[in-house]
T-cell receptor
Framework: QQQVKQSPQSLIVQKGGISIINCAYE??????FPWYQQFPGKGPALLIA?????SEKKEGRFTISFNKSAKQFSLHIMDSQPGDSATYFC??????????FGTGTRLLVSP | NAGVTQTPKFRVLKTGQSMTLLCAQD?????MYWYRQDPGMGLRLIHY???????AKGEVPDGYNVSRLKKQNFLLGLESAAPSQTSVYFC????????????FGSGTRLTVV
């Protein structure tokens, strides 16, 4: 299976709250898991990525948590800000192949 | 440093018309991709290229053709546009095919009426 299932489809979080977006996969050959951020009218841009040999990666307010046994990974945005309002895509890469993208989550951070 | 440039940014076509979307990158990337983005469907790969003169089908190739005559350019063609091809099209490029560092263009919004 080459699919990556992403949830929720949309999310509203108050300023200062924690935004959590989840992804699940079935292909155990996936070995690279990036998250992309897309602002309206723009193309997606790489936000943060993780490999399955670590359980967590943090960059500023953004953290990826990875659960290899459950085949799940999630993006946590701490202290969410209105400027974080965007669409977020998870993705996964089968070994030496192209990225497979999730369906996207539209995040709105209310002031 | 332009990165990935897509032209045009917007286009309205009538059913049956043809058009070509142009993608240009100035990063000397070998790999280039065309995606379409539809609500609730995420990014779906149409065609991709692993180098000058080579192309391959992605997940949703029907109704589209591509060409990569020069390393820096990747063209997406619609020979006979259909309303189902109304979408936002993104081009991306990468140094290798291993999924690292995809750079996306800003997209082309195409409406077929």
């Amino acid at each position: 299976q080459q699919q990556v299932k992403q949830s929720p489809q949309s999310l509203i979080v108050q300023k200062g709250g924690i935004s959590i977006i989840n992804c699940a996969y079935e292909n155990t050959a996936f070995d690279y898991f990036p998250w992309y951020q897309q602002f309206p009218g723009k193309g997606p841009a790489l936000l943060i990525a993780i490999r399955p040999d670590v359980s967590e990666k943090k960059e500023g307010r953004f953290t990826i948590s990875f659960n290899k046994s459950a085949k799940q990974f999630s993006l946590h945005i701490m202290d969410s800000q209105p400027g974080d309002s965007a669409t977020y895509f998870c993705a996964a890469r089968p070994s030496f192949q192209k990225l497979v993208f999730g369906t996207g989550t539209r995040l709105l951070v209310s002031p | 440093n332009a990165g990935v440039t897509q032209t045009p940014k917007f286009r309205v076509l009538k059913t049956g018309q043809s058009m070509t979307l142009l993608c240009a990158q100035d990063m000397n990337h070998e790999y280039m991709y065309w995606y379409r983005q539809d609500p609730g469907m995420g990014l779906r790969l149409i065609h991709y290229s692993v180098g000058e003169g080579t192309t391959a089908k992605g997940e949703v190739p029907d109704g589209y053709n591509v060409s990569r005559l020069k390393k820096q350019n990747f063209l997406l063609g619609l020979e006979s546009a259909a309303p189902s091809q109304t979408s936002v099209y993104f081009c991306a490029s990468s140094y290798s095919g291993q999924g690292y560092g995809y750079t996306f263009g800003s997209g082309t919004r195409l409406t077929v009426v």
